[in-house]
């Protein structure tokens, strides 16, 4: 795929807007092909991994093969929790923004599982470096939705207090470093925290989180050359939903054939997952994170999956690709897929599904109520004018405090 | 003449340089196909072809890098930098390379190019859609600095930055790409089609380098600015009925000082402002050589209105943002000041 006659290569993506798109030409490895070496296995023996596809729900929806974590029907169903609770809530804080009510949102439709299962697989105490694309994360810790509301709207409970634009969310609390508006740069800094944590002798780990077409960033090379050097305990992460807003994955890949075969000429540990498949990112992440708490450094996954709506707010996708893209995405529908596994073994049925998408949406809706009572970006209240001289340093020196009195704050 | 807004004036400014000339390519994050986040290469692809305006991967660094060696070979590159807040990582291929390639090889080597990118506040962008880091540059011997503030300029001085053969780095300030903003919050957006700068020729011309625009003649004090802030002076000047005499700068690198230092000297009141925080803005270079050239003529001290010096804030922007009112009493200042 190219664009016409040019004199350098400048690849395209399969299908423009008008187009049929359909990904016969994905030679996707089948579920339950990939082999699961020990996690000790030297990063350069994962070749396979990184050309192939960690799988574990076959088209039947059943689990197969080495890589099936063989997790609990109430794991599950908690996984399956969290992300209808994700994609629930995007939607409304969609609505929400659409009515005025923040500046700005970014949903993670189709890529649910991506976060939800790689933040169930590490342990609480593990140190996450998310994108802006991994609510679903904080769900999966338990952070209190109407908290991640107050910080969309911006309102007086906002514990951001304003500063950053909606789903740039910050938790310390629950190890969930403040996420940056500067692609990239969080993939480094989690190498660092990890180095940190084996400096302190905890066997805690860091994951961060990038997408495909940051990888072209020099912050990303940067990350895995720290990662090979001090074999850090990190799990590397890149979620390659295709698209990098008009961007299709080939504009960062290159000639490469996989997002995880760049992490071979570092000799890390790569490896390519089906992002689509709750049950091997949960695998994949729990390999990776045994292999780095037992000091054998840093994992890259690459997690194969679909941007399944716009980039954010202030995109239009219908301009660059063809709508019904998403429809015939060959790895399916992340919900979907976990849903039918737990009703293929009796575990869960129709109405317990819709059951407990009415829940979700009831939650959703009395925490938005709930969040709205401490104001809202434009009715306010917000945090009082005087905090955005607050936090520039630890104590404001004189030229802050002359500047907030020419404010009269 | 047609009526177009900032990004059409832009769009058409390049597209009479790629017509024009073979050796014109324009290219950045999403600039391709798509025309950029803003629209302003739209349909360029389609016209020139996909070697001549084309998507980058995301790495300023390599933006700026790829600029640098194509003007090596002769190639008379536009890059575009998607926001001004992620022109950082490009930072040292500007400020140790492109700027300095003419000097250190003693001209046997040039890197003229222009590396565009929208610029500045109002919109609600955040800490990293709305910064203004032109100081960072106008710091750095060897690149030019350029802020337009309407669509006639905006055309004439992008055909200018390209044609002057070095390196312009050209902040485009977003906030007005669709009309002229009062500095009033939250109004209505108006339209360029009431601005006399709204109309713009469809083929070549230029705007100088180096010369500023007397936007309003006036007797009170003096305004130096540039940028969104042009417009927001002379809604203050409205508002307020002081006779300000205010100075669009359009070119901070080589800034005009001829222009400003005429209209102190028979003012004897300035105000220079930017959105950008104040210590070691360009306000500070301002106020410097204005104390220099025009020392016992100044009746007041030189005013800087600036952002504060803190990050740019989300939820509140226009306490950070130097609205209309903060300009009229900024005026008020200079002008009431015994
Ligand atoms: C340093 C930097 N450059 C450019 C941008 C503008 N930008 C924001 S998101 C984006 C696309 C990122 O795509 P990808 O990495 O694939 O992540 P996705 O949005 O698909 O999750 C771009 C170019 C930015 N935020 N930071
Ligand atoms: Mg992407």
Known sequence: ?409 | MPVMNMIQALNSGMDVLLERDEDVVAFGEDAGYFGGVFKTTDGLQAKYGADRVFDTPINEAAIAAMAIGMAARGLKPIAEIQFADYIFPAIDQIVSEMSRIRYRSAGQFTSGCVVRTPWGGGIRGGQTHSMSPEAFFTHVPGVQVVVPSNPYDAKGLLIASLESGDPVIFFEPKRIYNGPFDGVPDKPLSSWAKHPKGEVPDGHYTVPLGKADIVREGEACTVVTYGTLVHVAEAAAEASGIDAEIIDLRTLVPYDIETIAKSVNKTGRVVVAHEAPRTSGFGAELAAQIQEECFYALEAPVFRLTGWDTPYPHAHEWAYFPTRDRFARAMKTVTEAA
């Open chain 1, 1 to 409: 795929m190219s664009n016409g006659e040019t004199r350098f290569r400048v690849p395209a993506p399969p299908f423009r807007p008008g187009e049929e798109p359909d990904f016969s030409h994905l030679k996707l490895p089948k579920a339950g092909e990939a082999k699961r070496p020990d996690p000790t296995v030297e990063g350069r023996e994962t070749q396979d991994l990184a050309l192939g596809l960690v799988g574990v729900l076959d088209h039947n929806h059943q689990a197969v093969g080495e890589w099936d974590p063989k997790v609990s029907a109430d794991v599950l169903r908690e996984g399956l929790k969290h992300m209808v609770l994700t994609r629930i809530y995007d939607e409304r804080m969609l609505k929400l923004q659409r009515q005025g009510k923040m500046s700005f949102y970014m949903k993670s439709k189709g890529e649910e599982a991506v976060a939800v299962a790689a933040a169930m697989a590490l342990r609480d105490d593990d140190m996450i470096f998310p994108s802006y694309r991994q609510q679903g994360m904080l769900f999966a810790r338990g952070r209190d939705i109407v908290d991640m509301m107050c910080h969309c709207i911006s309102n007086s409970r906002d514990n951001l207090k304003g500063r950053q634009l909606p789903v740039h969310y910050t938790w310390a609390e629950g190890n969930f470093f403040t996420i940056s508006g500067n692609l990239g740069t969080q993939f480094p800094q989690a190498v660092g925290y990890a180095m940190a944590c084996a400096y302190k002798g905890e066997d805690r780990i860091a994951a961060s989180w990038i997408g495909d077409g940051t990888t072209a960033e020099g912050d990303f090379h940067g990350a895995l050359t720290l990662a090979s050097t001090y074999r850090a305990p990190t799990i590397l992460n890149v979620v390659n939903n295709q698209w990098a807003i008009s961007s299709y994955q080939g504009i960062a890949l290159g000639d490469a054939p996989t997002f995880a075969s760049k992490g071979l000429g570092y000799c890390l540990a790569s490896i390519r997952v089906d992002g689509n498949d709750f049950l091997a990112v949960y695998a994949a992440t729990q390999w990776a994170a045994e292999r780095a708490r037992a000091g054998h450094g840093t994992t890259l996954l690459e997690l194969f999956t679909y941007r399944a709506d716009a980039h954010s707010t202030s995109d239009e996708p219908s301009k660059y690709r063809p709508k019904t893209e998403g429809e015939v995405w060959p790895l399916g529908d992340p919900i979907e897929r976990l849903k039918q596994h737990l009703i293929g073994l009796g575990e869960w049925d129709q109405a317990r599904h819709e059951q407990l998408e009415e829940e979700m949406t009831q939650l959703v809706v009395k925490s938005y109520k709930e969040a709205e009572s401490h104001g809202t970006l434009h009715e306010g209240p917000l945090a009082p004018t005087q905090t955005i001289f607050e936090d520039v340093y630890a104590e404001q020196d004189w030229r802050l405090k002359r500047q907030r009195q020419d404010l009269g704050v």
